[in-house]
């Protein structure tokens, strides 16, 4: 069975710095895809960012980036220029290809941000 | 963007009674649609996988007669909690396949008290 770890069940980071959260993965598949999702104190599911493991290069969408190791199932995803509204809990989750998009998450990662 | 409107947002209701979740995609079909469940400061844990048309396909340790799962059209998808008990109250969460792409949506979830 897969498996996702989030090392870090709490962070903090000031407005306007950056921050990583880790994320590492269990897995035997080559085709797969892993996610961040953002769950605030609203409990709604906010997809963040997401990446195949076919493609080398991170992937990125505007202040959050990913660095993508697939030799050591690292994903870690980076916020930068933190911002008062990022605080939330973080997810990371994995996919493989014939899963039927059901999601394995990781046991999250609280951010906190502070002025 | 999609939306996934799950009904209601929140019940209690006595031991013992059965509870209907209500989770519709409003502006697609969804093929596929998941079912979690999230205790407090945890992560999110698949119960079940909905195609419509077909009966679901359960986690192992969830149990099928007490969370009844039915996809009766592309656009709905129903989880009744049967028989519920204090051990039942926890968020559930639903998330739903638009067609055969790789996107999902994840409704805001039903947050269940059982007295």
């Known amino acids: 069975a897969q498996t996702v770890t989030q090392s870090q069940p709490e962070m903090s980071v000031q407005e306007a710095e950056t921050v990583t959260l880790s994320c590492t993965y269990d897995t035997s598949e080559s085709d797969y895809y892993l996610f961040w999702y953002k769950q605030p104190p609203s409990r709604q599911m906010i997809l963040v960012i997401r990446q195949e493991a076919y493609k080398q290069q991170n992937a990125t969408e505007n202040r959050f980036s990913v660095n993508f190791q697939k030799a050591a199932k690292s994903f870690s995803l980076k916020i930068s220029d933190s911002q008062l509204g990022d605080a939330a809990m973080y997810f990371c989750?994995?996919?493989?290809?014939?899963?039927?998009?059901?999601?394995?998450f990781g046991k999250g990662t609280s951010l906190l941000v502070t002025p | 963007g999609a939306v996934v409107s799950q009904h209601p947002s929140w019940v209690i209701c006595k031991s013992g009674t059965s509870v209907k979740i209500e989770c519709r995609s409003l502006?697609?079909?969804?093929?596929?649609m998941f079912w979690y469940r999230q205790f407090p400061k945890q992560s999110l844990m698949l119960m079940a996988t909905s195609n419509e048309g077909s009966k679901a396909t359960y986690e192992q340790g969830v149990e099928k007669d007490k969370f009844l799962i039915n996809h009766a059209s592309l656009t709905l998808s129903t989880l009744t909690v049967t028989s519920a008990h204090p051990e039942d109250s926890s968020f559930y969460i639903c998330?739903?396949?638009?067609?055969?792409?790789?996107?999902?949506?994840f409704g805001s979830g039903t947050q269940l008290s059982v007295l």
């Open positions: 502006d697609f079909q969804a093929t596929t």
């Open positions: 989750a994995y996919k493989y290809s014939n899963s039927g998009y059901a999601l394995n």
């Open positions: 998330s739903a396949r638009e067609g055969d792409g790789e996107k999902l949506f």
